[in-house]
């Protein structure tokens, strides 16, 4: 079974954020053991360009690779799937309008526009052509849901043909929330609630990231399966800390 196929299991998948972009930290995380990674070339420090080598160091692992891009722009999302990305993430999906977008720009013909190019790194660079657009495993398409709006919406992108995960933000949702208190119909907790049970509804998944690593049972209690537990950058930083504060002798800038 490859990545693709499993992380489409409806069951709890554990992944993290790799927002640094640097190849070695990808292929360690993928040796580690986890189910997918998500590469963020939204706020990331990784470039595009950066992209293949990170992929291709967890090539063979157990590890689905997702890649956020940062707008669903189609030019970017058909190059990442080119160069062999399980599935795209793709920021702010407010509306059924903007999800079928996203879905236009990562499927083929007939459900979709993305264009065919037998010489990719998906196709083996033309030792593997697809003769068949129709036999391929399409792309996971992971929707972040991380506005008001987005949420109260949430129940009819769910029902959107090819679109598989809904995925809070949980920044950007709470920042929404308190800078529109007026279209805030719910509240935080609320929220969570609605956009897990939207996915649940229509037989799809759910997922968020979690940055405290004890809170991932609670967010499996509440129906979220995809769970991207904290960040290489998040990971390292505090792990320096922890140096300086085993250490409080040592010269500190204040």
């Known amino acids: 079974m490859t990545p693709s196929i499993r992380l489409r299991e409806n069951k709890v998948h554990i992944g993290t954020w790799l927002s640094i ?10 040796e580690s053991g986890l189910d997918w990674l998500l590469f963020d070339l939204e706020h990331g420090c990784g470039t595009e360009d950066a992209l293949l080598g990170q992929l ?25 799937l080119d160069r062999d990305a399980d599935g795209i993430m793709v920021p702010h999906v407010s509306t059924v309008a903007q999800a079928e977008v996203c879905v236009l720009a990562a499927h083929y013909p007939p459900r979709g526009r993305r264009g065919v190019a037998r010489s990719v790194r998906a196709c083996g660079y033309g030792l593997r052509p697809n003769e068949s657009t129709e036999a391929l495993v399409p ?5 972040q849901i991380e506005t008001a709006e987005g949420v109260e919406n949430a129940r009819a ?7 598989d995960v809904l ?3 949980p920044a950007d949702l709470q920042f929404d929330l308190n800078a529109h208190p007026e279209q805030a119909v719910r509240d935080y907790q609320g929220c969570l609630a609605e956009v897990a049970a939207a996915a649940s509804n229509a037989g799809k998944q759910c997922g968020i990231l979690v940055r405290n690593p004890e809170e991932t049972g609670t967010f499996q209690k509440l129906g979220f399966t995809l769970l991207a537990v904290d960040s290489d ?7 320096y800390q922890a140096l300086v504060t085993m250490n409080p002798g040592s010269d500190q800038q204040t």
Request: hydrophobic share 60%; proline share 5%; charged share 15%.
């Open 21 to 30: 972009g640097s190849p070695v930290i990808a292929e360690l995380a993928a």
């Open 56 to 80: 291709q160091a967890i090539r063979g692992s157990h590890a689905a690779a997702v890649v956020r891009v940062g707008a669903p722009h189609a030019d970017l999302i058909a190059r990442v």
């Open 139 to 143: 792309p996971l398409i992971v929707a």
């Open 157 to 163: 992108i769910a029902q959107v043909d090819g679109i």
């Open 167 to 169: 995925f809070v933000g």
């Open 233 to 239: 950058l998040a990971i390292l930083r505090k792990g």
